[in-house]
């Protein structure tokens, strides 16, 4: 009991640690500029960790190596077309978020169609992130039950307390610079891990691959195609993954405000550019490395006959809690505490910009009402408390619906494709006006509806079929409307 309350002991000094660093960056906040970009100050690199951290998060952490457990490599696929969304980003996307000075990526949409599906668009990622936020909170909670035994209510409701707290204070600012050192923590955290898991497995790295290579765990690629029900339903093919992968980074990184707000922050086009190209080799060795902790935990429990924890998403952290030397165990599970901490505390960020950048300042300012920079700044602050109420209690019901990681995709990719493909018709074309591109949105909502709730078909098709469904509707509504305003030169 000595060495449990050593390691819990390390997770509370580093907790108070981490939370104490990011209040601390409340200082010399004037305006909205300092408290959602950051003042425009972080470095390129600091926000290339940002965005890692950001993409990974929790739900990488236990819920890869839950993946790779029960099948093999083939979410690899997936991060191929990660590199391939991040080049159409910087090549399409980029060049018109750092026209001026923007807040949120919403603001383009106005720009390009008007102030109506400004809000739709923002309206549609305020649903999007509170619910695959929520699946995040309910995933950290999964660490804290295993390690304080106390019920996954209890913890969803002390991780976002703790967590509100240095948001409140540190603003966006706090936010990439806790990511930097909690993604270098837990990523040493998880290497310790790899090998303690090996030095507990007799033959060692060896055994693990004579092992996995039978059952065809070390497969990465699956080029089988066939036009088929069970073809779609495939998540892991390479086809599903490129694609999927390739069509979801592109809407996460490139429509969703919790991504592009770290690419606004940065210095400059070129910083931001920079910065979302060097994360992606960051996130391929994160992945790998999850997935082959994932594997080398299958191989322990087949071997030692051990009852394997039920759900699999628990089966990494409750072998750190349970394996790990003491001490270093304490630090793991504290990097993990704190990396989902910092993702809440982004997410809380991202929705709090939106509400007041898209929304509250918007009606005010048109209703002739000229506020200034210090109320804003403390109606940010008390709608970032909003929203930690609204995750909490969605994390509460995201406890029955699956895997963490392939539910908080699934969740977002609903809406994703929608999101997507307005921006595509917005960036794409000239001919399509407001109410085109709100028919667009609305036609690729629903049909990603009845995919979600009435096929087979996985996740990492669905931000294609949505955005697919958005853009052509889009544009064949375009030819019944008279208004062909295009982007602004």
């Known amino acids: 009991m000595a060495l449990r309350y050593l390691d819990l002991g390390v997770i509370l000094v580093y907790l108070l640690g981490i939370t104490w660093f990011g209040a601390r960056f409340r200082g010399g906040q004037q305006s909205l500029r300092d408290y959602f970009l950051g003042g425009r100050n972080a470095p390129w690199w600091a926000i290339a960790f940002s965005i890692v951290s950001a993409e990974t998060s929790t739900l990488t952490i236990i819920g890869t190596p839950a993946i790779a457990f029960d099948g093999n490599f083939g979410f690899l696929q997936v991060v191929l077309g990660y590199l391939f969304a991040r080049l159409l980003i910087v ?17 383009l949409m ?25 699946v995040r909170v309910f995933a950290i909670s999964i660490v804290i039950s ?8 209890a913890s969803i409701a002390l991780i976002v307390a703790l967590t509100l707290f240095y948001t409140f204070e540190g603003g966006m600012t706090a936010v990439i610079w806790t990511d930097v050192i909690q993604m270098f923590l837990y990523v040493a955290g998880a290497i310790v891990s790899y090998f303690v898991i090996l030095d507990n497995i007799p033959g060692g790295w060896a055994h693990v691959v004579n092992t996995a290579g039978e059952l065809n765990k070390l497969q990465i690629f699956d080029f089988r195609f066939e036009w088929s029900a069970e073809f779609f339903a495939r998540p892991y093919s390479f086809w599903g993954g490129v694609i999927g992968g390739l069509f979801l980074t592109t809407a996460s990184h490139g429509t969703e405000q919790l991504m592009v ?31 082959m902790i994932g594997t080398t935990l299958f191989v322990y429990y087949r071997d030692t006959g051990l009852a394997e924890p039920v759900p699999h998403d628990r089966i990494y952290p409750q072998f750190i809690w349970s394996k790990l030397p003491v001490g270093v165990a304490g630090l793991v599970v504290a990097a993990i505490l704190a990396a989902a901490m910092s993702n809440l505390s982004a997410a809380l960020n991202a929705l709090a910009s939106t509400t007041v950048m898209d929304f509250y300042r918007p009606i005010s300012e048109a209703r002739g009402r000229r506020l200034d920079e210090r109320h804003y700044l403390k109606l ?4 970032t408390v909003f929203w930690g109420l609204v995750l909490l209690v969605i994390g509460f019901f995201a406890r029955h ?7 908080g995709l699934g969740i977002a990719s609903v809406v994703y494709g929608s999101l997507l493909g307005v921006f595509l018709l917005g960036l794409l074309t000239k001919r399509v006006n407001e109410p085109a591109a709100m028919t667009g949105m609305l036609a690729g909502l629903l049909t990603m509806l009845y ?4 096929t087979s078909v996985a996740f990492t098709w669905y931000v294609l079929i949505g955005s697919a469904v958005t853009f ?11 208004d062909r305003k295009g982007i602004e030169a």
């Open 110 to 134: 106005q720009r390009r169609f008007g102030h109506r599906i400004r809000k739709l668009t923002a309206g549609s990622f305020l649903v999007l992130r509170a619910l695959a936020e929520g």
């Open 451 to 454: 995919v979600k709730l009435e």
């Open 472 to 482: 052509a509707a889009g544009y064949l509504a375009s030819f019944v409307t008279a």
């Open 91 to 107: 090549t399409l996307f980029l060049p018109q978020y750092f026209r001026g000075e923007m807040f949120t990526a919403y603001e």
């Open 401 to 407: 619906w699956g895997k963490v990681l392939e539910a």
């Open 261 to 291: 707000q770290r690419l606004l922050s940065a210095r400059s086009q070129h910083e931001s550019r920079m910065a979302l190209l060097a994360s992606w080799f960051v996130i391929l060795f994160q992945f790998t490395l999850f997935l």
């Open 146 to 153: 295993i390690i304080l035994g106390t019920g996954e209510m």
């Open 380 to 383: 940010a602050r008390w709608t």
